[in-house]
């Protein structure tokens, strides 16, 4: 992931004070700042679906498969299941969201 980028999604999801999309729009006019936005959302439905499924007591499964990870979650309330694939970078973006990384069982990394 192009250093960049990485910068822009962590600022995006900054906890105390996150960095506005409207305030700083031309960080994101260009194409890396577009792909850090697709990321940064992303990864913050991932995180909604992963809280929601911590609470409702589902699991969520992470595992290697072609240098990427692959995480697969058991969704009981429709009886069915979701798999995405993340990059390795992608992935520390995502445990460091509040609440993900406890939903996650990473033991098979």
Do not use: W, Y
Not at 2 to 17: K, T, W
Not at 82 to 96: G, H, I, K, S
């Amino acid at each position: 992931m192009d250093p960049f980028v990485r910068q822009l999604v962590e600022r995006l999801h900054e906890a105390g004070a996150p960095m506005s999309r409207n305030k700083h729009f031309h960080a994101f006019d260009n194409p890396l700042g577009r792909q850090a936005l697709t990321i940064s959302k992303r990864l913050r439905a991932f995180a909604q679906v992963l809280a929601k499924l911590s609470r409702d007591g589902g699991a969520a499964k992470a595992r290697r498969v072609d240098g990427a990870i692959e995480i697969e979650l058991a969704l009981p309330a429709v009886k069915g299941r979701r798999v995405t694939r993340f990059e390795p970078e992608e992935l520390e973006l995502l445990c460091a969201m509040p609440g993900a990384r406890d939903a996650l069982d990473l033991t098979a990394l």
